[in-house]
């Protein structure tokens, strides 16, 4: 689950680490009160939505008026940002974040985040911070300093103030960087955290450390262990297809391809994928229809697939192991029914019953393509979708 900025600034002022001052509003009437507020001179108009890129996206606008402010609040509000990260519809911008304007005289990197590879918690840092982090950790990787943590012992204070020397910082900002990243490593710890991010961590011209930035997300798994933090979900945020997809226990994530998934199996799903893009097509969806599934999840399944507007085709792919494929030939068939079909069809079926359920299709008098052989039905799902 991911949270917006101004939440996980939240966290970070609960942890210690120091963040700007700042107001969260959800209409413009509210922007004069917020900057008389905080004061000063300059602000930061700050979009929240569960993206970063929101800078080149503009979605981060520096104000040099309340009128400004309020200029920008109005053109913000109630939009879709579109930034790199997000697709190409962008996401809703229900409330923004002004915040006190900073001297910003350094833009580092902070992070920690679970290492498969060495299976630690491991702190990432970077003098290179700022919107171009990942070109800086893809062009330039001696620039990423990488620490892992003992899974048996803690982060130390003289960890942190290593870290802390090969970033340049001096004394006093040592000193602030410490109890940073130690409130950092607590939250990661304490709320089953798989990502937390502070980009940039901010060095000032009044000498202070600031996380101007900040960005979390959890480990779904172990939410039902924090109900503080399972109360910020935003769902305006999320994928309304991946929702309708959990509701019915279907596992669904949305692709850019053109191929529609039907599949039962996460393996056997990753399977069909591979061997999609093996023979040429792209995938337009993961979509896991689980076990024991039934006739009326076949049909969500289906409707979910077609409406996704790319989507040239679909291959649905069942290993018949506790399922019978007559049943699924039979769900398959009252799906259509259902939902219609204006789209070309390929269906493998493999195991308990497979030749009673392709006989089934067969003889429905619906124009569905049958095939037994995996490599055989992607081959011919990629050439009719072309
Ligand atoms: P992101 O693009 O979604 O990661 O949004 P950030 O919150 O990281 O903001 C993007 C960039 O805006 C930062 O890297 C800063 O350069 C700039 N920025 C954000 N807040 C301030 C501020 O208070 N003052 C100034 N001068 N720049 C800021
Ligand atoms: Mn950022």
């Not at 519809?89 to 900073?102: R, S």
């Not at 012992?153 to 090969?166: N, P």
Request: charged share 20%; net charge negative.
């Amino acid at each position: 689950m991911h949270i917006h900025e101004y939440q996980a600034k939240t966290l970070f002022k609960k942890n210690n680490i120091q963040t700007p001052n700042g107001i969260l509003i959800d209409a413009t009437a509210q922007a004069s009160d917020a900057c008389n507020t905080l004061g000063g001179d300059i602000w930061v108009v700050k979009a929240q939505v569960h993206a970063g890129g929101r800078g080149k996206g503009g979605g981060v606008i520096l104000c040099h008026s309340v009128a400004e402010v309020e200029n920008t609040c109005d053109k913000l509000l109630g939009t879709q940002l579109i930034t790199p990260q997000t697709d190409a519809k962008g996401l809703p911008v229900n409330q923004l974040l002004i915040e006190a304007g900073q001297n910003i005289e350094r833009e580092l990197y902070l992070g920690l985040l679970i290492d498969r590879q060495t299976q630690k918690i491991t702190v990432l840092a970077s003098t290179e911070g700022g919107m171009d982090i990942e070109k800086v950790a893809s062009e330039t990787p001696d620039k990423i300093i990488k620490f892992g943590i003992d899974p048996l012992g803690v982060l130390s204070t003289k960890d942190c103030a290593e870290i802390a020397k090969k970033l340049e910082l001096n004394t006093a900002l040592t000193k602030q960087f410490n109890t940073a990243l130690l409130g950092l490593y607590n939250i990661f710890t304490q709320k089953d955290v798989s990502l937390i991010e502070i980009n940039p961590l901010i060095t000032t011209a009044e000498n202070t450390l600031l996380a101007l930035d900040g960005k979390i997300d959890f480990d779904d798994n172990a939410l039902y262990r924090h109900e503080d933090i399972l109360a910020m979900r935003d769902i305006s945020q999320e994928d309304e297809k991946e929702m309708t997809a959990s509701e019915w226990q279907l596992n669904y994530i949305s692709l850019d391809g053109t191929i529609g998934c039907m599949v039962n199996g996460a393996g056997l799903a990753m399977a069909t994928m591979d061997l999609i893009e093996h023979h040429g097509g792209s995938p337009a969806n993961f979509l896991d229809v689980g076990g024991g599934t039934t006739a009326q999840r076949v049909a969500k399944a289906f409707e979910l697939i077609q409406s996704e507007v790319n989507v040239k085709g679909i291959l649905v792919n069942i290993f018949g192991g506790i399922v019978r494929c007559d049943l699924i030939a039979e769900g398959i068939l009252q799906a259509i029914e259902k939902v219609g079909l204006n789209l070309p069809i390929v269906v493998r079926l493999e195991g308990t019953n497979a030749a009673a359920g392709l006989k089934l299709l067969d003889e429905s008098g619906v124009n569905i393509h049958t095939e037994a052989d995996l490599t055989k039905a992607a081959i011919k799902i990629v050439a009719l979708s072309k």
